[in-house]
Nanobody, 124 residues
Framework: QVQLVESGGGLVQAGGSLRLSCAAS????????MGWFRQGPGKEREIVAC????????YYTDSVKGRFTISRVNAKNTVYLQMNSLKPEDTAAYYC?????????????????WGQGTQVTVSS
């Protein structure tokens, strides 16, 4: 089972960019689909982006399409979320997540391994 640690959050002005990283440890990293989720103040947790174990398939929630990019480098045991054109409504705690796979899909459900979260705050 993998363990996940996020980094790269911080305070940024609207229109700016941040790159989140998720470092994974474990012997079977390539057997996992990966996702990024977020939870803003007073809001429910929501999906942001997911990626298949090969990186060839990706999913994005509508609010971030065209602005965010999820990627993974399995040889480095790392998943990234590049966030451009940030808006105040992107302010949230961002969590990296993983799940075991039965196929090379960008799974949107079934994530049960979670990192500790990294805070992203976008000022107007």
């Amino acid at each position: 089972q993998v363990q996940l640690v996020e980094s790269g959050g911080g305070l940024v002005q609207a229109g700016g960019s941040l790159r989140l990283s998720c470092a994974a440890s474990g012997r079977t990293f390539t057997d996992y689909a990966m996702g990024w989720f977020r939870q803003g103040p007073g809001k429910e947790r929501e999906i942001v982006a997911c990626i298949s174990w090969t990186g060839g398939k990706q999913y994005y929630t509508d609010s971030v399409k065209g602005r965010f990019t999820i990627s993974r480098v399995n040889a480095k045991n790392t998943v990234y979320l590049q966030m451009n054109s940030l808006k105040p409504e992107d302010t949230a705690a961002y969590y990296c997540a993983a799940r075991r796979i039965i196929g090379d899909y960008a799974y949107t459900e079934g994530y049960d391994i979670w990192g500790q979260g990294t805070q992203v705050t976008v000022s107007s």
